[in-house]
């Protein structure tokens, strides 16, 4: 269960979160800064990444395509990197029952309310 952690996150969370999600990347270290959504998409589905963002149009293209890839859209506004660490920490089983749901696009991760 990798994931591919967006641009507009910070590229420490792979690192901060290998223990539990081993072999995650940024797209900074697979040289895609700065690039079109569609291209992370095409790298995440061919590699067998779960794409993590707060990015909506990650979310209109998983409404478009489905997957893979299987996208983990944070609906968080302004927040720390901690903040975002602690948040995937807390909803690893459903992630996981996420990755394994064959019929799963899109997961929508939030603060409690």
């Not at 900074?28 to 291209?39: C, F, K, L, S, Y």
Request: charged share 25%; glycine share 4%; hydrophobic share 40%.
């Amino acid at each position: 269960m990798k994931l591919l952690f967006d641009e507009n996150l910070s590229p420490k969370l792979p690192i901060q979160l290998g223990d539990l999600f081993p072999n995650s990347l940024h797209v900074r270290n697979v040289g895609m800064e700065a690039t079109i959504d569609p291209i992370v998409w095409d790298y995440a589905k061919n590699n067998d990444l779960m794409i993590v963002s707060k990015d909506a149009d990650m979310h209109d293209l998983s409404l478009v395509f489905g997957s893979p890839p299987k996208v983990i859209w944070l609906r968080l506004g302004n927040c720390s990197t901690s903040q975002v660490e602690n948040l995937l920490r807390r909803e690893f089983r459903m992630i996981q029952l996420f990755y394994e749901d064959k019929n799963s696009s899109l997961l929508a991760l939030s603060w409690p309310d």
